[in-house]
């Protein structure tokens, strides 16, 4: 079984910054996308950010300049460091990964618990 342990969430303010991260632990045989993504009560989870394997990312138009993601492949780990937050960025934030999870190439979804970030104006 894999797990997606989430950590760094919390208060922060307006223009100041915050680090998440989020690391896979498991049989894991290797993980190929991660990401974070992010829900508001009453509204779909919405996507952050995602980075592959390589070093790729992508953004969403409203974090990007503001939010970095990167990862440590050794240790299975994603972060994301939020710079500048605004009041709208207040969410909870999910890690997402796919994961190999056996030999023969299966691939699997898995997601973190989420952690709250609250951000005040």
């Known amino acids: 079984q894999v797990q997606l342990v989430e950590s760094g969430g919390g208060l922060v303010q307006a223009g100041g910054s915050l680090r998440l991260s989020c690391a896979a632990s498991?049989?894991?045989?290797?993980?190929?996308?991660m990401g974070w993504y992010r829900q508001v009560p009453g509204k779909q989870r919405e996507l952050v950010t995602t980075i592959t394997t390589g070093g790729s990312t992508n953004y969403a138009d409203s974090v990007k300049g503001r939010f970095t993601i990167s990862r440590d492949n050794a240790k299975n780990t994603v972060y994301l460091q939020m710079n500048s937050p605004k009041p709208e960025d207040t969410a909870v934030y999910y890690c997402?990964?796919?994961?190999?999870?056996?030999?023969?190439?299966?691939?699997?979804?898995?997601w973190g618990q989420g952690t709250q970030v609250t951000v005040s104006s």
């Open positions: 498991g049989i894991i045989f290797g993980v190929n996308v």
């Open positions: 997402n990964a796919e994961v190999l999870v056996s030999f023969r190439g299966t691939m699997r979804d898995y």
